[in-house]
């Protein structure tokens, strides 16, 4: 088990985006007391799935 801020300095990305993804239901937690906790095999499926892809493409530059 790992918390949210131990997981996200082992991907490399914020805290807060891995609580956002928690919340928007892409990553499964779970909650003891204020602290989210995550399983080894939930950051290994979040890993291989999730990162890398970008929610938005990169803007066009204009002429």
Do not use: C, N, W
Not at 6 to 17: D, F, M, N, P, V
Not at 39 to 57: F, N, V
């Amino acid at each position: 088990m790992l918390t949210l801020t131990e997981a996200a300095i082992e991907l490399g990305i914020s805290s807060a985006t891995l609580r956002h993804q928690v919340q928007g239901g892409r990553l499964a937690a779970r909650l003891f007391g204020k602290t989210y906790v995550i399983t080894d095999e939930e950051l290994a499926r979040y890993r291989a799935t999730s990162l890398g892809k970008p929610g938005r493409p990169p803007a066009r530059p204009r002429p």
